[in-house]
Nanobody, 122 residues
């Protein structure tokens, strides 16, 4: 019905940068909030950043403020996460989360990407 495809993860040295992408496709009528979460080994999944439908409002975890930037391209149904000054503690599996109104539905639903590994070496 709705598919999310993530890309852009990988291995980077501390201080380096990566950009994650998440493209939504399928039977989509409308997309509301888009966001990124991460889960490190032995830890709970946490919100990293989120952006509202118009892109005017963003929200960041305190640990990434000033280093990460979330953005979206509504024409492509894609959300991005630019990550600068990466640190070993940023190592985790990153998941995109998209709040979608499917074309055949009457309610918005959350969909998750498959996850992409980000590893930051010291």
């Amino acid at each position: 019905q709705v598919q999310l495809v993530e890309s852009g993860g990988g291995l980077v040295q501390a201080g380096g940068s990566l950009r994650l992408s998440c493209a939504a496709s399928g039977s989509i009528f409308s997309i509301n909030t888009m966001g990124w979460y991460r889960q490190a080994p032995g830890k709970q999944r946490e919100l990293v950043a989120a952006i509202t439908s118009g892109g005017r409002t963003t929200n960041y975890a305190d640990s990434v403020k000033g280093r990460f930037t979330i953005s979206r391209d509504n024409a492509k149904n894609t959300v991005y996460l630019r990550m600068n000054s990466l640190q070993p503690e940023d190592t985790a599996v990153y998941y995109c989360n998209v709040n979608v109104l499917p074309a055949s539905d009457i309610r918005y639903r959350d969909f998750w990407g498959q996850g992409t590994q980000v590893t930051v070496s010291s």
